[in-house]
């Protein structure tokens, strides 16, 4: 069973246990996942494309039977209570797929009748949702209009149209420019704080995955290889790496040889001395007043955490593959870390 | 029932929203049952003559073959209109809603309906313009009705095929079956007059006795019971086999 972080509540969201989906000719895309979400807890799946994400969520959304196992969504099993599950669920599914010929209105509404909602409370959730995703003025034209980032906040909408218990968002952020997912983000974590949804995504992106999920499980190859808040993931890879680049090249070797003293030696980007930093991030202190009795004039200290990427290759022995989004590359500055 | 009845309906009136907004879907269903009218009737006016005819008018007797094509082409359009929801993912949609399952099936069925009963009027007036009247009340309304039967029979064939192939590729299927299921039956000539192949297939083809009730309708302009059983159970025995064949994978869908 996997540990429930302690600030969340009550019962579980979402639970699984071996689940498995084979397809025809015995392939496994799915292959013995157990999970826990504890209710208000936003949950990411973490993969590469192909890695089961996606499978996992059509599961447990009832779109796809599990061939072994079982899954419960809101207290409700997938296979045997169907129904109970799509009372509870709100489901964004990958690329958005919203009828192109119809208005943003026109779908919100709908999707009002398909939950059960009457004329007027579909008329009303329409607009209260049209002004929550911000597309008020767009709300007549045609989806076929819409930009990306705009499909994708009607999606959402369409999502919320019943005010779901717990919400499915399959990569929502695919393909959105880096404003567009901000904007996202920030809705997601609004419905997560206010309303206190469950918020159950896939994503392949490693920022997305830092910056917006309170518990994260890196599926690869239909298994779940590693799992836990991002920061519990990435201190289990280890130590963060600090980088200190002196004023003069000269003072190199003495930077080196002070820096030596907190932890083994790493390859540094050029004109800078990088260490695996043994006391952690609260050793910084001490390796700035040992700069400063040493007496090398430092420029620029970076001190980075080992990445999600670094926690997927120790998982898996490979890089995550399809990380398109503008994740920082170097060392963040230790100011803000 | 209430729920299935109101989500059938919206999703029917989502059906026929997307006919407004794409005309270059529509207006070929509307104008291939108008163009079969015209040109059949004028090309095969002649054949009248024969007393298989027994001296009515020709355009008369096309008018339910026309009403029935229209009412086809509205079938084979709500399976593609589903077909395309599947292909795109829009059906996903649908089926992680609470919404009754019944009602995605019977919501595009509804659209094609209204549909079929619109070409149909077309139809009749395209048949008034030609001095050929409308059949009277009994007569009128048993030709809609039957048009509207076919239309929910052909969309429970296409909604099948949709429903298993998943993808519009699956349209010519859709549309060949439906298309011989017409020609191969009573389609231009009347039974007494088709002759070898033609006239065995067309004594087994259930379209045949629809559109035999279709045809008494219009030409006597009132019921005549002998015609039209055969042709309302040939409609119901299609219903219930082909609504099983439609409803079948959407329950199955996700296996």
Redesign the interface.
């Known amino acids: 069973m996997v540990a429930i972080p302690s600030r969340v509540v009550t019962a579980l969201a979402v639970e699984t246990r071996d689940l498995v989906r084979e397809y025809k000719g015995g392939v496994r895309a799915v292959n013995g996942v157990s999970l826990a979400v504890a209710s208000g807890e936003v949950y990411g799946f973490l993969g590469p494309n192909g890695a089961g994400k996606s499978t996992t969520v059509r599961m447990l959304?009832?779109?796809?039977?599990p061939t072994a196992g079982w899954a419960k969504v809101a207290g409700h099993d997938v296979a045997r209570d169907a129904?109970a599950v799509?009372?509870s669920?709100g489901?964004a599914?990958?690329?958005a797929?919203?009828?192109p010929?119809?208005t943003g209105r026109?779908l919100l509404r709908?999707?009002g009748?398909?939950?059960?909602l009457s004329r007027q409370g579909c008329r009303d959730r329409a607009d209260v949702l049209l002004d929550r995703v911000g597309l008020v003025d767009a709300a007549d034209r045609?989806v076929g209009t819409y930009s990306g980032g705009m499909r994708r906040r009607l999606d959402l909408a369409?999502a919320l149209v019943h005010e779901p218990v717990v919400l499915f968002l399959d990569e929502p952020t695919t393909g959105l420019d880096p404003l567009s997912r901000v904007t996202l983000w920030d809705e997601v974590r609004r419905l997560n704080t206010e309303l206190g949804t469950t918020v159950f995504l896939t994503t392949q992106y490693l920022e997305e995955a830092d910056q917006l999920v309170d518990r994260l499980g890196i599926i690869d190859d239909g298994r779940i290889v590693a799992e836990g808040t991002p920061r519990e993931l990435k201190a289990q890879v280890g130590d963060p790496t600090l980088a200190v680049t002196p004023v003069r090249a000269e003072d190199r070797a003495r930077a080196r040889e002070v820096l030596s003293g907190f932890g083994p030696e790493v390859l540094g980007a050029h004109g800078c001395v990088a260490v695996r930093l043994a006391a952690g991030a609260e050793g910084l202190a001490a390796v700035v007043r040992a700069m400063d009795d040493a007496g090398v004039a430092v420029r620029e200290i970076d001190l980075a955490e080992p990445s999600l990427d670094d926690v997927f290759l120790a998982a898996t022995g490979r890089h995550l593959e399809g990380d398109e989004a503008p994740a920082p590359a170097g060392p963040a500055p230790a100011a803000s870390r | 029932m209430q729920?299935t009845l109101?989500?059938s309906l919206?999703?029917a009136g989502?059906n026929l929203?997307?006919v407004r907004?794409?005309p270059s879907v529509f207006i070929p269903s509307l104008v291939m049952p108008l163009f079969i009218l015209i040109a059949t009737a004028g090309a095969f006016r002649g054949i009248a003559a024969l007393p298989e005819f027994a001296g009515e008018s020709y355009l008369a007797f096309t008018i339910p073959m026309a009403a029935t094509m229209g009412a086809g082409f509205a079938g084979i359009n709500s399976g593609m209109t589903l077909a395309r929801?599947l292909e795109?993912?829009?059906f996903?949609?649908?089926?992680?809603?609470?919404?009754p399952r019944l009602a995605l099936v019977l919501g595009p069925i509804g659209a094609a309906l209204v549909r079929s009963a619109f070409t149909t009027t077309v139809v009749f007036i395209a048949g008034g313009i030609g001095s050929v009247g409308l059949p009277g009340l009994w007569g009128t309304l048993t030709v809609y009705g039957l048009a509207m039967a076919f239309a929910a029979i052909t969309s429970c064939w296409a909604i099948g095929v949709a429903l298993r192939a998943k993808s519009v590729q699956a349209a010519p299927l859709m549309q060949v079956v439906v298309f011989l299921s017409v020609f191969t039956s009573v389609a231009y000539v009347p039974q007494d007059a088709l002759t070898g192949w033609l006239s065995r297939v067309s004594e087994w083809n259930p379209v045949t006795y629809i559109l035999n009730a279709s045809r008494s309708a219009e030409l006597t302009g009132t019921i005549v019971w002998s015609e039209t059983w055969p042709g309302l159970v040939a409609a119901g025995i299609l219903l219930v086999v082909l609504g099983a064949f439609a409803l079948r994978p959407l329950f199955h869908l996700?296996?």
């Open positions: 959304c009832t779109l796809l039977r129904a799509r009372r669920i489901v599914l990958q690329d797929a919203i009828d010929y119809m026109e709908l999707q009748v398909l939950h059960g045609r369409l | 729920r109101t989500v919206g999703l989502r929203l997307l907004r794409v929801d795109g993912g829009f996903s949609r649908l089926q992680s809603s609470p919404a996700e296996r």
